[in-house]
Structure formats: C-alpha cells, structure tokens
C-alpha cells in the first residue's frame, strides 16, 4: 500500500442518516396515510351491506346521545353490547345523518389511527434492549413497513369497507393504543402512561370482546421483552396488572346485559366440539389468506365443517403450529410472542365459544394480523437488511394495489355477492343474499334463479318464502303460491309464513282462504300490528267494516302512532259514515306525517264531505303536489270543482285521471257531462260511447248519450 502524502487531507464520507429525526417521522406519517387513502380512494361510495342496515339505518339508539350509550339488548346485531361502537356511529349520525360516506370516512380514519398505535408500538419494541442491538438502528422503516403493510392488507378491508366491522377495527384501535401505553408505561413508569392503558382496555372492553385478551397480551409482552420471566413482571408490576383485569369485569357486564347477543352466541345451535373442529380449517384458511391474500371470502356463513377430509390435515396443521408456538415461548421467546399474539387474539371467537350465525370470519384477523406482517418485514432483515427494506416496499406496494382491487368488489350488494358466491357456491346464505341484491336491483328472474339454488342446497321454510316471493313478482303467482305453502307446511306455526302466504292468496283473488290464513297468523302472534294491519285492509275493501275496525283498533294499541293506520281507520270510518271519529284519526295521522300525500288525501276528502270546503281543497291540492299520480285525490278534487262551477279545472283533473290509469265508465260519464256543460258537444259522445264499450250497461252514459244525441239531431248546427 503507498502511503499518504503528508499535505492531502481525508475527506468525511457521507453522513448516516439518522432514521429517527422528527421529519423522518412526520415523512412517514405522511406515506402511511397516502398509501391508506389511496388504496381506499374507491370505497368511499359503497353502500351499505349485510348487518349495517339493522345496526346504521334502522338503529333508533344512535339518533340521540342520551340513548346511544345504551345499544339495543337481545338482539343478534353487531351493536348488541357494544356501547364505544354504538357511540361511534351516533356521532355520524349527528354529523351526517346515515349518509354512507360519513361512515366510510370514520371507519377509514379509525383504521389509520391502529395503524399509527401498531407503528409506535412496533417501533418502541425494536428499541428495547432485547432487541436494540440487532433491529435499533433501523427501528422507524422497520416499523413503517410492518404497519403500512397492515393497514394495507387486503384482509383488512372487511374491517374497514364493511362499515359495521367497525367493531373490529375500533377494538384493534383500543387494542394497539393500550399496548402502546402500557409499553410507555414499562419504559419509564408513569401514572399517566398506567391510567391511558386502563382507559385504552375499559374502551376496548366496550367495543369488542376480543379485548379480553390485551390484559394476557402485555403480560406476556412484559416477560418477552422486559423482564425475562413472567415471576418478575408480577413482582415488579402485579397493582398495574390486577387493574388491567379489574377491567374484565367490564366486559362481564356487557356481556350479560347483551342477552347472549339474541342468542347468536353459545351452545344452543352449535356444540363446542364442532365449533372448535371448524375453527381449525378456518384459522388455516386465515394464515394461507394472510400471506398470500388471494381469493377472500367476504361471508362464510354459519358453516360447520364436518368433512374429515377437511378437519384431519387442518386439525394436524394446527397442532404442529401450536407445538412450534410453544418450543418458541421457552426457547425463542419474541417467535414465541408473535405466534401466541395470533392464536391469543382469535381466542375468544375462534375457539370453543360458537358464535353460531358466523362460525369462521376473517374480519377476525384484524388484530393478529400484526404479528404476521411484523415477522414477514422483520425477520428478513436479520439476513439482509439492504433487501428487507426493498422487500418491505415491494410487499406494501403490492397489498395496497391488491385492496383497491377488494375494494371494487363493494361497489354493489350484487358485486360483493356475486364474488362471494364465486368463492363459496355451496352457500345457502350468499346465495340468497345474492338473490336479496337482484330483487332490490329489479332483476327479479336472477333473484329467482338464485332463490332456487339456495333451496336446493338447504330446503328451508325461510328459502322456500323467499322464492314465492320472487315468483310472485316476476309474475309466476300461481308456482309462487305452491312455494309458499311449502314453507307453512314445513313451519306451520311461523306466524310470518302464514300471512305472506295469506297476502299472496288475496292476489291471486283467493279471497276467504287469505282472509283464514292472516287470521291464523293473528291468532299465533296476536300482538304483531302488521298482521293486524294487512288483515283489517283486506275486510275494510270487502266492506266488512265492523270485523276491519276491530283489528284497526288493536294496529293502534300496538302501534299507536303508526300514521298509515291512522289513515286506513281514518278512512273507513269516513266510509262508515262516522266524520267526526274519521277527522280525529285523520288529523292525528297528519299531525305525524304531515308530507304524506295519502295522509292529506284522506283528510282533504273527509273535511270536504264535512262541509270544510277551503281547507279540504287545500289538502288535497297539496297531495297531488306531493303526488302527482294520486288518484284519489284528483278525483274528489274534480268532482268539487265540478259540483262548484269550476268546469275547466274539473275537466282538466279527469282529464289527468285518464292518462294515469285506464278510465272506468262512471269517470267518463262525468266528463262528458262536464264536456257537454262547455258546449264541447262532440268530444262528449265520443267519451260517452267509450264508457259504453268499458261497460254496456252503464246507464247514465247512456242516458246522456241519447240527450246529447237527440239535441244534436235537432240542433244540427251545433
């Protein structure tokens, strides 16, 4: 080697760069949240699916802050027992109202607030001393990578674009934040660090069951990479851990108000073992899915795998993994840690616990999928750190482009539907829902083709009431009605079976045995208005009136603010001839619905008929505004007008009636008369003999006509 001249002067290499500055910080904030808005960009306007319909739209409780602490109890719904949930979706109710892209955008920044918490959490850890020796140096865009991969992985969307998986994401959020603080808490001990992960679990607790884990998670984080052993972590912390369980009791509570969740969880429907059994094959599916996310099934349905093919591999795959996960915790204890983070957090619904109208749901994976994307951009590092670093980019990269793609297959109840079916086609349930999203789009003969292949898979009383249905409105009344009646056959105490099947009997004009089948639909569930209500309408338009007015009476015990029965009894007591009882139901059912175009329709004919003139004119001049095919209304308006000297108007409201609907004779009667007054001598025949071919026996068509007749022979000029 030559030596230095003594004048030349070494120059410094290029400086390191420091990863953990603040604008190496704030970079990344800022592409983790591009990278998320980017692979969300079109999910913003997908509508509603499945659950959110009875949890969002027609969840009263989250109407008003002073009722959305309390969720609905004992029922089957997401929000069931889930307070922070049921609050969560009251603010964008106040904010939005149930417009979809409100939701859309809370779930979006929920998502990326877990995805900060998991950042910060995966960035302390790799600074700890365990670790810091091997992963310090680059422990921000290793921490980066893990949790933009997770934010962007294409399993997550379900928690993120099916809006009420909010529930999943808002416990992930609660779940990383307390982790987050408790590991604060361990660096520096710290009451204010203790008390936010406290308050992190008692959130938590109140969002998902799943919290019941973090308290076993940071115990075990503690022994991991803090204190060796999990003697000295209760030793040195055993006050911070008994109020980390002090918040079970939390859950406990909620978990009892719930009422079982209606029922949809426990022992009932599906045993234990089975449940379990199943578990296996589907938590296969999740880790196969978690790195290679292709193919990924929106609903499973109440799936119970029985087919050993299935459940010996899968049941041997598990116990092997479990066996690796515990030589890990002894001798690898960080592997160790990121296995039983998977199995720890799936626990409570994917163990022996049925949650039976959803055995398998890969919503669950929300949380456990951090320790599988930490060890897919960590562990590579040991033996590469140049080639982790590309491949954490690349792996992000493709995730993101892989969501948007998800993503797409929400844009319609139809498409999200279909794919599922694609996946699963020996579903029931995805059938019939696909068949749900065509009946809403009016493609009534693919929701019957679907229909049908549900039933053939599971030949149910529900399936079969669905298809009749389907039938009935493509026009197939009468196959529609054998359908039905194989669902009473097969549940003949269903009360809902039996007054479909009753309501498609009066279509098809059988009308006694649709009258007998809503009364035995009644007499099963006396206290269900809607049945009450079907059956006082069809007795009221068969001029029963006294059988309809006894069940109008129980609708209104039952519903005693309904304004639709209001209207009907309004109505019929007009009918009855009984005014001042008919303009009391009237007027109540406008003080409710004051924009309803029958509403004022109703109440406009009965103040006419009792001498209100100006004020029934009003009203109903207001519904045909509301309404403009209301025929009703039209028609009481005319005959006013006419009886009142206000002949153009009066012909011009019939005139309106004909183009609506095809006219009955005593309409064009009316007209030719009103035709005849304004000297419009020829368009009066004219009309007068189309009432005759409507109906040849119509007397005072004909009756006119002849006057008209004989004056024009006798006035041949005219």
Known sequence: MSAIAPDTKLQPGPKALNWESRWILVLAVVMMAGAILAAYSNSFQAPYHLDDGDSIEKNASIKSFSTAFFPPRNSGITVSGRPLLNVSLAINYRLGGTEVIGYHIGNLLIHFAAALALFGVVHRTLQQPALAGRFGRHAMPLAWGTATLWALHPMQTESVTYIIQRAESLVGLCYLAALYAFIRALEKPSRTWSAITVIACVLGMTAKEVMATAPLVMFLYDRTFVSGNFAASWQLRRKFYLSLAATWGVLLTLVISSGGRGATVGFAQVSALDYLLTQASGICGYLWRAIVPVNLIFDYGAVVEKDPSVLVPSVIVMLVIMAAIGWALAKKPVLGFL????????????????????????????????????????????????????????????????????????????????????????????????????????????????????????????????????????????????????????????????????????????????????????????????????????????????????????????????????????????????????????????????????????????????????????????????????????????????????????????????????????????????????????????????????????????????????????????
Not at 401 to 418: C, E, G, I, P
Not at 464 to 472: D, E, P
Not at 515 to 528: D, G, S
Not at 611 to 625: F, M, P
Request: hydrophobic fraction near 45%; proline fraction near 5%.
């Open 339 to 718: 296995g039983t983070w998977v199995f720890l957090v799936l626990g409570p619904t994917s163990s022996i616990i049925p949650v039976a109208t959803q055995t398998l749901a890969e919503h669950r994976m929300y949380v456990p999928l951090a320790s599988i994307m930490a060890a897919l951009v960590i562990l590579p590092y040991r033996w590469n750190p140049r080639f982790c670093l590309g491949l954490s980019i690349a792996l992000v990269s493709i995730a993101g482009v892989l969501s948007h793609q998800r993503n797409a297959v929400y844009r319609t109840d139809v498409s999200l539907w279909q794919d599922t079916v694609n996946r699963v086609p020996d579903s029931s349930r995805a059938r019939t829902n696909l068949a749900c999203a065509y009946l809403a789009a009016n493609e009534v003969s693919k929701a019957v083709e679907q229909f049908s292949l549900a039933v053939e898979l599971m030949p149910e009383a529900s399936g079969y009431t669905n298809l009749g249905i389907a039938l009935a409105q493509l026009g197939e009344l009468k196959e529609g009605l054998v359908v039905l009646a194989k669902a009473v056959r097969l549940k003949p105490d269903n009360a809902q079976f039996r007054a479909i099947y009753g309501n498609g009997l009066l279509l098809a004009k059988r009308t006694d045995e649709g009258i007998a089948a809503l009364q035995k639909a009644v007499e099963l569930e006396p206290k269900n208005a809607s049945f009450h209500f079907d059956l006082a309408n069809t007795l009221s338009q068969l001029d029963r009136n006294e059988e309809a007015e006894r069940h109008f009476k129980e609708v209104l015990k039952l519903a005693p603010k309904d304004a639709e029965a209001l209207t009907n009894y309004g109505a019929l007591l007009r009918r009855m001839h009984r005014l001042p009882e008919a303009l009391e139901k009237l007027e109540a059912a406008y003080a409710i619905k004051p924009e309803s175009s029958p509403v004022r329709s109703n109440l406009g004919v009965a103040l006419l008929e009792s001498g209100r003139a100006d004020e029934g004119v009003t009203h109903l001049q207001k519904a045909i505004s509301l309404d403009p095919k209301n025929e009703q209304a039209r028609y009481h308006l005319a005959i006013y007008f006419a009886e009142t000297g206000r002949t153009v108007e009066a012909i011009t409201l019939f005139e309106s009636l004909i183009n609506l609907s095809p006219p009955t004779a005593e309409l064009l009667s009316n007209l030719a008369v009103l035709y005849a007054r304004e000297n419009r001598l020829a368009e009066a025949v004219t009309t007068l003999k189309k009432a005759l071919v409507i109906d040849p026996k119509h007397s005072a068509s004909r009756e006119n006509l002849e006057k008209i007749t004989a004056y024009l022979e006798q006035h041949p000029g005219s």
